[in-house]
Nanobody
């Protein structure tokens, strides 16, 4: 079965950096668009970043543009989210997601990971 396993979350001070990883198994990774979403306590889940199958097209929420970078390593079946200049408002559980063929910034992804907690202290 398909599994997406996130790692790399943790506690960091404002202005710091973290790199999240999401290892995928049970699917043909090169055929899937990948996305990152986050959900803060008491808030709706929101789009963070997405990358198309070719890794040529990338998309970012305005709130993270210029600070976060999404990338993939097809040899490792892994998608990354490099997060720089972190702010307390970036605190959330971060989820990766996989969608067959076509990338989207909506939450219409077929497979989801279990999430990893990111906490940014002020």
């Amino acid at each position: 079965q398909v599994q997406l396993i996130e790692s790399g979350g943790g506690l960091v001070q404002a202005g710091g950096s973290l790199r999240l990883s999401c290892a995928a198994s049970g699917l043909t990774f090169s055929s899937y668009a990948m996305g990152w979403f986050r959900q803060a306590p008491g808030k709706e889940r929101e789009f963070v970043a997405a990358i198309g199958r070719s890794a040529i097209s990338t998309y970012y929420a305005d709130s993270v543009k210029g600070r976060f970078t999404i990338s993939t390593d097809n040899a490792k079946n892994t998608v990354y989210l490099q997060m720089n200049s972190l702010k307390p408002e970036d605190t959330a559980v971060y989820y990766c997601a996989a969608r067959w063929l076509v990338v989207t910034t909506t939450s219409e992804y077929r497979y989801w990971g279990q999430g990893t907690q990111v906490t940014v202290s002020s």
